[in-house]
T-cell receptor
Framework: AQSVTQLGSHVSVSEGALVLLRCNYS??????LFWYVQYPNQGLQLLLK??????LVKGINGFEAEFKKSETSFHLTKPSAHMSDAAEYFC??????????????FGRGTQLTVWP | DAGVTQSPTHLIKTRGQHVTLRCSPI?????VSWYQQVLGQGPQFIFQ???????GRGNFPDRFSARQFPNYSSELNVNALLLGDSALYLC????????????FGPGTRLTVT
């Protein structure tokens, strides 16, 4: 089964600073990769996805992520943090075919705090 | 367009009881997946349905069951509730051509006392 590791359960940055949230996957075959954001008492919102096209993926709200096969990583970045970015962020993977296509495996999440 | 909707929003049940959670997918989406999110953890896959057929099941006991209706809405049923079933239950819908592209509803918060 796929597994995802998110390094750092909590990340704190100042408003305007760079945001870097780390995600590594375990599969030897590159999977589909996703970042979701969850605000308190809400469901998950898709930020961006990698599905074997360009390795640098741009998402909503100024976020982007780069797929690095050699590092089995898919780190999420944003050049300048905003107070409204404070939330829980989840990295997820899916197999690219077969009976488990569409079955998302999530990391444990990273809580992002943005200080004024 | 309306997103994924789930009902009820919150639910409190007693150990041993049964619960039914409901989900309506985005219009045109033919696949629904269910996830359990325990406090402080990432969501865990429970079921996926596509065109009313079970397409996948996660590592959950037989107390958990689901079905998908002809209009593509879905129900998740949990029997003999345990305290450990307390969680946020998330439903996600996907278009048929991209089952990996999942759009989540707001969830149902289940508390078992």
């Amino acid at each position: 089964a796929q597994s995802v590791t998110q390094l750092g359960s909590h990340v704190s940055v100042s408003e305007g600073a760079l945001v870097l949230l780390r995600c590594n996957y375990s599969s030897s075959v590159p999977p589909y990769l996703f970042w979701y954001v969850q605000y308190p008492n809400q469901g998950l919102q898709l930020l961006l996805k990698y599905t074997s096209a360009a390795t640098l993926v741009k998402g909503i709200n100024g976020f982007e992520a780069e797929f690095k096969k050699s590092e089995t990583s898919f780190h999420l970045t944003k050049p300048s943090a905003h107070m409204s970015d404070a939330a829980e962020y989840f990295c997820a993977v899916s197999d690219t075919g077969g009976s488990t296509l569409g079955r998302l495996y999530f990391g444990r999440g990273t809580q992002l705090t943005v200080w004024p | 367009d309306a997103g994924v909707t789930q009902s009820p929003t919150h639910l409190i049940k007693t150990r041993g009881q049964h619960v039914t959670l409901r989900c309506s997918p985005i219009s045109g989406h033919k696949s629904v997946s269910w996830y359990q999110q325990v406090l402080g953890q990432g969501p865990q896959f429970i079921f996926q349905y596509y065109e009313k057929e079970e397409r996948g099941r996660g590592n959950f006991p037989d107390r958990f069951s689901a079905r998908q209706f002809p209009n593509y809405s879905s129900e998740l049923n949990v029997n003999a509730l345990l305290l450990g079933d307390s969680a946020l239950y998330l439903c996600a819908s996907s278009p048929g051509h991209a089952l990996y592209e999942q759009y989540f509803g707001p969830g149902t918060r289940l508390t078992v006392t």
